[in-house]
């Protein structure tokens, strides 16, 4: 998945900077961004640096990676009723 999603119980999507936005907006502490949000031209740069932050943020060693697949393969056998 490339970005984070947030599907609220009304039925709303959001995705990304705007699903960050939208959780700001829930969060008494997190108010300012919420707030830097509703300024005029702030979303496209909110938006870019959710998307750099997004794109960087794998783990530099390859265990991550590997760690994922494995995570996937285990949900995936498990879903199925079946053991390893």
Not at 39 to 62: D, N, Q, T, V
Request: charged fraction near 25%.
């Amino acid at each position: 998945m490339r970005e984070m999603r947030v599907v609220t119980a009304d039925g709303g999507r959001y995705g990304g900077a705007d699903a960050i936005i939208y959780l700001a907006g829930l969060i008494w502490w997190a108010w300012p961004l919420y707030a830097a949000a509703s300024i005029p031209g702030a979303g496209p740069i909110l938006a870019a640096g959710y998307r750099w932050f997004a794109e960087h943020r794998h783990c530099s060693a390859r265990e991550c990676a590997v760690a994922a697949k494995d995570q996937r393969d285990n949900f995936t056998t498990e879903a199925r009723g079946e053991t390893k």
